[in-house]
């Protein structure tokens, strides 16, 4: 019978090399990187613009989003709320864009975590006149 | 805003934007994700052979073959494991059939699909250990890059090479004695 394979192992020193030994080889691909990236743009821009999210978990993301960008909207015509824009944006990027809504879904794997979203979201919509 | 934007998110995340966000974000995304893999796809391709045309050529392809999964074209991509599990076997085929295809096309064997970098050209701290290396069969090479290098697990490996669990502990058990014996490490 064979040991754990996980318990199988090699001395560190001799994976430090083998790591340094396989990136050893350097390959440019300037013409690849662009035919790839032309690829893509034409790929992608057969899709409209605005997808439907496909579950539960994307479309809170989704509408966290717009809610966000709403926020900071009325934020930047609001001088005096220059505390609630700080605290939309999640990531400190000084931005509030999809990457706030990606911080907040991590935050939703989080034990609890989903009462925070969820006063987050009254928040938001309080800010945009509507009631929760 | 700069395509960089969306460098520090996961492949899940990214992979989430290419399979439903918008126009822009997908494009972005899809960038990300192939500045993150392009050099171990190319890393894959040159294991298995020595040629750089065909490295960069599976590159393309590889990344081509990815695109066609998401949206509008795909029905979009469910990562169950790490996205190099899904690249690797990609890039693997994809290297030995354009080597089979130049093989038949010139009728030469100047490029076997088990070759690694010439060993006089790599630099002298890692001789022994390319020697090594060559001297195991390709089977036994790849799971020990997979595992030590690539850091997958058992199950990753044997579901990126379409093999039974079984069959990746009893080649990584036997891989690591022959490269110990030939390093003459204890």
Redesign the interface.
């Known amino acids: 019978m064979?040991?754990e394979?996980?318990s199988?192992?090699?001395?560190r020193d001799?994976?430090e090399?083998?790591?340094?030994?396989?990136?050893?080889?350097a390959?440019l691909?300037p013409?690849?990187?662009r035919?790839?990236?032309e690829?893509?743009?034409a790929?992608?821009?057969?899709?409209?613009?605005?997808?439907?999210?496909?579950s539960r978990r994307?479309a809170v993301v989704g509408t966290l989003a717009a809610s966000l960008v709403a926020a900071a909207f009325l934020v930047r015509i609001q001088p005096g709320m220059e505390a609630t824009r700080l605290a939309n944006d999640i990531d400190g990027s000084g931005v509030v864009d999809?990457?706030d809504a990606?911080a907040v879904?991590r935050m939703d794997e989080a034990p609890g975590a989903q009462a925070e979203i969820d006063a987050l979201i009254g928040e938001i919509v309080a800010l945009n006149g509507t009631s929760p | 805003m700069s395509n960089r934007r969306f460098d520090k998110l996961s492949d899940a995340e990214l992979v989430a934007l290419c399979n439903s966000g918008r126009r822009q974000d997908a494009v972005d995304a899809f960038d990300s994700l192939y500045r993150r893999h392009r050099d171990y796809v190319t890393r894959v391709s040159l294991r298995l052979c020595s040629d750089r045309e065909i490295a960069a050529d599976v590159l393309q392809e590889t990344f081509i073959y990815l695109l066609r999964k998401f949206p509008p074209s795909g029905d979009g991509l469910v990562l169950t494991a790490k996205l190099r599990s899904l690249l690797y076997p990609v890039a693997r085929n994809l290297t030995l059939t354009a080597v089979k295809k130049r093989q038949r096309s010139e009728h030469t064997a100047d490029v076997e699909p088990d070759q690694l970098p010439d060993p006089r050209t790599i630099d002298p701290e890692y001789e022994n250990l390319a020697k090594a290396m060559t001297g195991l069969s390709s089977r036994h090479r790849e799971v020990l890059l997979l595992r030590f290098v690539d850091d997958m697990r058992v199950n990753e490996i044997a579901e990126a090479l379409d093999i039974p669990t079984g069959t990746v502990k009893s080649r990584l058990h036997f891989a690591v004695g022959a490269l110990k014996d030939k390093l003459k490490i204890a």
Request: cysteine-free.
């Open positions: 064979n040991p394979p996980e199988i192992e090699l001395p001799v994976v090399r083998l790591e340094r030994l396989d990136k050893s080889v390959v691909t013409a690849v990187d035919r790839v990236r690829a893509a743009a790929h992608f821009a057969r899709r409209p613009d605005r997808v439907r999210p496909t994307w999809i990457l990606f879904a």
